[in-house]
């Protein structure tokens, strides 16, 4: 069901899930892309009369409030964006939370202080989730889902509420399950992933399933050093997870039978430590000193991703090529981002998936709309790819 399946909302009060997990530095906001993409959906409710109370999380606090957690921040910035008054409530299910919600009129918006403040929205315990559920369910008398980067989390605003109260699906929802379907079902090609980031582990399964879907895969950041390990080649003092080079070796092995072609750095930036101030130098990746730990793709490598990429016509991307947060290690993350919105001008479908790679393109001058799509879903979109079943999706096909 979509809003409009929800009938006239004026009057209506409207518990909304946002993904609203953006980067803070202190109480700033350092990139407020999901606060921007979760923007539309609340302003559509609120114009359409229902009196909007917005439910999100920040951080992964342990089940209690903890002051450097709140979203307060958040609701200023919410405010800004919708240049209308956003009330914020100091709990979520609490006094506050039911004060606000009884002082709002038709078009106000509400937003709860962080969920994960309360144990029972993360609880294992069915019962416990429950509970809390059954609380939230209290304020409203209709739920829209609108937090993709969390659809993959069993949680109880997330899953548990949309069993308690007529549901829906919000347009930002809609719109990034239409855009990583186009991915999964007949994907036009060639169609090539881009995985970076720190850790193998987290991508196998992901890597499983593309080995079965995409023509090209280009691999880099931290996690390429396991496939250079697994390659025989030294790699330093760089990351490495030892006790998946074999796994790796499976994946490559796989990749060549079935004619996906896997594309490594052909040269890294190694540094003396991780650090902006240590000493670096571009080498080829069979001469990685011993000493030293790769940390950016080389700009022969950059090149040489481009290349593969410029003839593709759907490009997935997830993670960045290198530190980029340090200005010696932000060119292949930069490069890579190029060739992006090259190919993308060109008519190719590109999307970015995870929030270090849309904070990544931000931070270094991209906007948003040089590419096809950038998903407010990290693990929601890899899991998304995998093929497994999103909670929170099927929780509401369900009701
Ligand atoms: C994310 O940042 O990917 C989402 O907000 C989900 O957060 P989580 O990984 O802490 O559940």
Redesign the pocket.
Known sequence: KSIADLGDLRGKRVLVRS?L?VPLEGATITDDGRIVASVPTIEALSEAGARVIVCA?LG?PKGAPEDKYSLAPVATRLGELLEHDVTFADDTVGESARSAVDGAQDGDVVLLENLRFNAGETAKSAEERAEFAGQLAGLADVFVSDGF??VH?EQASVFDVARLLPSAVGGLVETEVEVLRRLTTEPERPYAVVLGGAKVSDKLAVIDNLIQTADRLLIGGGMVFTFLKAQGHEVGKSLLEQDQVEAVKGYLDQAQQRGVEIVLPVDVVAATEFSAEADHEVVTIDAIPADRMGLDIGPRSSELFAEKLADCRTVFWNGPMGAFEMEPYAAGTAALAKALVDITSDGALTVVGG?DSAAAVRQLGFKDDQFGHIST????SLEYLEGKDLPGLTVLDES
Do not use: F, I, L, T
Not at 377 to 380: Q, V, W
């Open positions: 993904d997990n999380h992964r980067g969390v989390r929030g879903g990290g693990g929601a």
